[in-house]
């Protein structure tokens, strides 16, 4: 039922399109984190038509204020945050080329629309897993908004992140269909 | 009367911090554990999986469980017959509040709530602490901690029912809640209801009510019952390891009760994700 992939960013539209609702994914190359503050910025700018820190096509964001790293490594614990206080940011996103979204918890019926129409995904990681999923991120390096802290922008090399399909390019969505099989309804 | 110094509790706070961010408490563990065994969906069973190797990961390595740190939020019993010696308790919490976070290399997430600066450089790292005090007998200084996180948090609620609403009324909006929040507390989550008391009462207890060891036995047998019942009710709601379904999605339901107006029924439910950061100390 389940399949597993292993992708490299950036996505593409095949990459994207071939994945279902409760695919896992093993994503490795350059993903760029970004939270509520970062991504105002950015659709700021988008609507001023001017040029982003990153580019979006194929890109994947990680939604991620990570704790601050210790001397010596990349990164400190770096789980994903709830995902809806992105949701009125990231369909312009998506519009502009946005292949994947990181994060967790659940999305509007805007945002899965936005996938639908331009073939993106919403990949779920495991929250409060920060120290483990940490170890899938080799470098880390603050391209923009140094002064939000823990919600500027990074630039990540990630090796096997690993993910859940959450929202597809179908319209499927993991936390509907996966709650429904195991709801016991009253008598 | 006995006393303390000051800078003996900025340092067993600043220890407790540190140490809580990176060793999930033995109540905690045991309940994922169990949770793991009990777990039908094989979706579910692999993220529980994963947070049992984060735990382990967080421990050896002394990495933050997770990178929400949390507000730091304490209850602190003062025994009458204490005498703090060298500056005020308010400040030595505080303090110890924002070495912990300093030293530990954990995350400062106080803001504005307008402007939503981080008020790391205003206020201090991580500060002001969210302190609950209460005066009691002799001569101890109890100190209880939580690393509070936002998700959990946010999907929190409180509600003033009528009387005639009575338990169901409770089982229908704590179902309310916990349904509505579905997968973004970071479920297997415990659940803390307070019961009764002013409105901010029951709010505030529902937050101590999460402080107790996850799934010990209520000390009364009805809330005990009520709490079995609830912990059933939202269980069938099938919502799972962070939300993807299953039938693990309350590790725990604890209830404080406390008297209220004989016009009120006030209910508040505090959510808290399965990286339940808690400890306790005794000066």
Same mark, same amino acid.
Request: glycine share 10%; with cysteine.
């Given at each position: 039922m389940?399949?597993? #992939?292993?992708?490299?960013?950036?996505?593409?539209?095949?990459?994207?399109?071939?994945?279902?609702?409760?695919?896992?994914?093993?994503l490795?190359?350059?993903?760029y984190?970004?939270?509520?503050?970062a991504?105002?910025?950015?659709v700021?700018?988008?609507? *001023?038509?001017?040029?982003?820190?990153?580019?979006?096509?194929?890109?994947?964001?990680?939604?991620?204020?990570?704790?601050p790293?210790?001397?010596?490594e990349?990164?400190?614990?770096?789980?994903?945050t709830?995902? #809806?206080?992105?949701?009125s940011?990231?369909?312009?996103l998506? *519009?502009h080329?946005?292949?994947?979204?990181?994060?967790k918890?659940?999305?509007?019926?805007?945002v899965?629309?936005?996938c639908?129409?331009?073939?993106?995904?919403y990949f779920?990681?495991?929250?409060?897993?920060?120290?483990?999923?940490?170890k899938a991120?080799k470098?880390?390096?603050?391209?923009?908004?140094?002064?939000?802290?823990?919600e500027?922008?990074?630039k990540?090399?990630?090796?096997?992140f690993?993910?859940?399909?959450?929202?597809?390019? #179908?319209?499927?969505?993991?936390?509907?269909?996966?709650?429904?099989l195991?709801? *016991?309804?009253?008598? | 009367?006995? %006393?303390?110094?000051?800078?003996?509790i900025?340092?067993?706070?600043?220890n407790?911090?540190m140490h %809580?961010? %990176?060793n999930?408490?033995?109540?905690?563990l045991?309940?994922?554990k169990?949770a793991?065994?009990?777990?039908?969906?094989?979706?579910?069973?692999?993220?529980?999986?994963?947070?049992l190797?984060?735990?382990? =990961?967080?421990?050896?390595?002394?990495?933050?469980?997770c990178?929400d740190?949390?507000?730091?939020?304490f209850f602190?019993k003062?025994?009458?017959d204490?005498?703090?010696?060298?500056?005020?308790?308010? !400040?030595?919490?505080?303090?110890?509040?924002?070495?912990?976070y300093?030293?530990?290399?954990?995350r400062?997430?106080?803001?504005d709530?307008?402007?939503?600066?981080?008020?790391?450089?205003?206020i201090?790292?991580n500060?002001?602490? =969210?302190?609950?005090?209460?005066?009691v @007998?002799?001569?101890?200084?109890?100190?209880?901690?939580?690393?509070k996180g936002?998700?959990?948090e946010n999907?929190?609620?409180?509600?003033?029912?009528a009387?005639a609403?009575g338990?169901?009324?409770?089982?229908? +909006?704590?179902?309310?809640?916990?349904? @509505?929040a579905g997968p973004?507390?970071?479920?297997?989550? =415990?659940?803390g209801?307070?019961?009764?008391?002013? +409105?901010?009462?029951?709010?505030?207890?529902?937050?101590?009510?999460?402080?107790?060891?996850?799934?010990?036995?209520?000390p009364?047998p009805?809330? !005990?019952?009520f709490?079995?019942?609830?912990?059933?009710?939202?269980?069938?709601?099938?919502?799972?390891a962070?939300?993807?379904?299953? %039938?693990?999605?309350?590790?725990?339901?604890?209830? @404080?009760?406390?008297?209220?107006?004989?016009?009120?029924?006030?209910?508040?439910?505090n959510?808290?994700?399965h990286?339940?950061?808690?400890?306790? =100390?005794?000066?």
């Amino acid at each position: 039922m389940s399949n597993t #992939y292993h992708l490299t960013t950036p996505l593409s539209e095949e990459d994207v399109t071939k994945l279902k609702a409760g695919d896992i994914v093993y994503l490795s190359g350059t993903i760029y984190t970004a939270r509520d503050a970062a991504h105002k910025r950015l659709v700021d700018l988008i609507e *001023k038509g001017e040029e982003l820190p990153f580019p979006l096509e194929g890109a994947v964001v990680y939604f991620v204020g990570p704790t601050p790293p210790k001397p010596g490594e990349p990164i400190g614990s770096a789980g994903p945050t709830t995902s #809806y206080r992105m949701d009125s940011y990231s369909p312009i996103l998506i *519009k502009h080329g946005l292949k994947g979204m990181i994060g967790k918890g659940k999305r509007n019926q805007e945002v899965k629309d936005a996938c639908k129409e331009y073939k993106a995904i919403y990949f779920g990681a495991t929250g409060g897993a920060g120290a483990l999923l940490s170890k899938a991120i080799k470098k880390a390096e603050v391209i923009a908004y140094e002064e939000l802290g823990p919600e500027a922008i990074r630039k990540l090399e990630v090796e096997n992140f690993p993910v859940t399909v959450i929202n597809d390019t #179908y319209g499927n969505d993991l936390y509907e269909e996966g709650r429904k099989l195991y709801e *016991k309804k009253e008598d | 009367m006995r %006393t303390i110094h000051y800078d003996d509790i900025v340092k067993s706070v600043k220890n407790m911090i540190m140490h %809580t961010a %990176t060793n999930l408490p033995e109540d905690a563990l045991k309940a994922l554990k169990k949770a793991y065994e009990e777990e039908k969906s094989p979706v579910a069973k692999k993220v529980i999986e994963q947070l049992l190797e984060n735990a382990e =990961i967080a421990k050896t390595e002394k990495k933050p469980l997770c990178q929400d740190t949390g507000l730091a939020v304490f209850f602190v019993k003062v025994g009458q017959d204490l005498r703090i010696e060298g500056g005020t308790l308010k !400040d030595a919490i505080n303090e110890g509040t924002e070495q912990g976070y300093k030293e530990g290399y954990l995350r400062a997430s106080t803001c504005d709530c307008f402007t939503r600066e981080n008020l790391k450089d205003k206020i201090g790292y991580n500060l002001p602490a =969210i302190i609950h005090f209460d005066l009691v @007998e002799g001569d101890k200084l109890e100190i209880e901690y939580a690393a509070k996180g936002g998700g959990s948090e946010n999907v929190s609620r409180a509600r003033v029912l009528a009387p005639a609403q009575g338990k169901q009324g409770i089982i229908n +909006f704590v179902k309310e809640v916990i349904s @509505e929040a579905g997968p973004n507390p970071c479920p297997p989550i =415990i659940v803390g209801i307070g019961i009764g008391g002013t +409105f901010e009462k029951a709010a505030i207890s529902s937050k101590h009510a999460l402080f107790r060891e996850a799934g010990s036995p209520n000390p009364d047998p009805e809330l !005990d019952k009520f709490e079995k019942e609830i912990l059933q009710e939202l269980n069938n709601l099938g919502i799972g390891a962070m939300g993807m379904g299953g %039938t693990q999605t309350v590790l725990a339901v604890h209830i @404080e009760k406390n008297p209220c107006h004989i016009a009120s029924l006030p209910v508040s439910v505090n959510v808290q994700c399965h990286s339940s950061r808690h400890s306790h =100390i005794e000066l």
